[in-house]
């Protein structure tokens, strides 16, 4: 991943504007502490109307919804659109340990057992 770089970030989501998508959503303030917060959702199927980034690092990118808003905050760094379409997202503590994820892709992310 590299650090974000906004214009590109925010060609990359007009790019995916009203287009069927699936979308990996994943937060978490570390496993191994005292006061552990996360919240994970993957491959909920989404389209949006708007889509943008904004902040000085870290970022934020909030995607318009028909009926609401999706919201990563805390980002710091991405991957531009590979060969499949997918926008990768991520943001990393100053350890380096990822804190948030956003990814968006037209097929579903690969799933595996998580309990």
Same mark, same amino acid.
């Given at each position: 991943?590299?650090?974000?770089?906004?214009?590109?970030?925010?060609?990359?989501?007009?790019? @995916?504007?009203?287009? =069927? @998508? !699936?979308?990996? #959503?994943?937060?978490?303030?570390?496993? !191994?502490?005292?006061?552990?917060?996360?919240?994970?959702?993957?491959?909920?199927?989404?389209?949006?109307?708007?889509?943008?980034?904004?902040?000085?690092?870290? !970022?934020?990118?909030? @995607?318009?919804?028909? $009926?609401?808003?999706?919201?990563?905050?805390?980002?710091?760094?991405?991957?531009? @659109?590979?060969?499949?379409?997918?926008? #990768?997202?991520?943001? $990393?503590?100053? =350890?380096?340990? #990822?804190?948030?994820?956003?990814?968006?892709?037209?097929?579903?992310?690969?799933?595996?057992?998580?309990?």
């Amino acid at each position: 991943m590299i650090p974000i770089e906004t214009e590109r970030v925010q060609q990359a989501l007009d790019s @995916l504007v009203n287009t =069927d @998508l !699936y979308v990996h #959503l994943e937060t978490t303030s570390g496993a !191994y502490t005292k006061n552990a917060a996360s919240a994970f959702i993957r491959n909920a199927r989404v389209r949006f109307s708007h889509g943008r980034i904004k902040g000085d690092s870290p !970022y934020r990118v909030g @995607l318009k919804m028909p $009926h609401g808003w999706i919201f990563a905050e805390g980002l710091t760094d991405w991957e531009p @659109l590979d060969d499949e379409g997918r926008l #990768l997202l991520a943001g $990393h503590d100053s =350890d380096g340990k #990822l804190t948030v994820a956003l990814q968006l892709s037209p097929k579903p992310f690969s799933t595996h057992r998580m309990c």
